[in-house]
């Protein structure tokens, strides 16, 4: 699977912005797809996921209510739509593939076979 992550940016403190991750490559109907950020100095970390097939979403508790992943299994395009950014929201995103769900480790970086390069967002206090 070829991910391509875009749509990163500037934003001041509670703007909003859109990242687009193009998947290619393979059938994604058993895939899991999520998004993940890592800041300067610090682990990469679990924003959201959501399952290709049946579209089921997991968020961290920090962007739940203000971030939303979604999937368009037409364009096999996965999107994050981050409204009401702050700037601990800063950090290079990525946009990642796990061949297979499951539940219990899919906040964990592991499964996810598949990595696109990152996108930067950086929002200003």
């Known amino acids: 699977v070829q991910l391509q992550a875009s749509g990163g940016g500037l934003v001041q403190a509670g703007g909003s912005l859109s990242l687009s991750c193009a998947a290619s490559g393979r059938t994604l109907s058993s895939y899991v797809m999520g998004w993940f950020r890592q800041a300067p100095g610090k682990e990469r970390e679990f924003v959201a996921a959501v399952k290709w097939s049946a579209g089921f979403t997991y968020y961290t508790d920090s962007v739940k209510g203000r971030f939303t992943i979604s999937r368009d299994k037409i364009k096999n395009m996965v999107y994050l739509q981050m409204n009401s950014l702050k700037p601990e929201d800063a950090a290079v995103y990525y946009c990642?593939?796990?061949?297979?769900?499951?539940?219990?480790?899919?906040?964990?970086?592991?499964?996810?076979?598949?990595w696109g390069q990152g996108t930067q967002v950086t929002v200003s206090s």
């Open positions: 990642a593939a796990a061949p297979r769900s499951i539940l219990t480790m899919i906040r964990s970086p592991s499964p996810y076979h598949y």
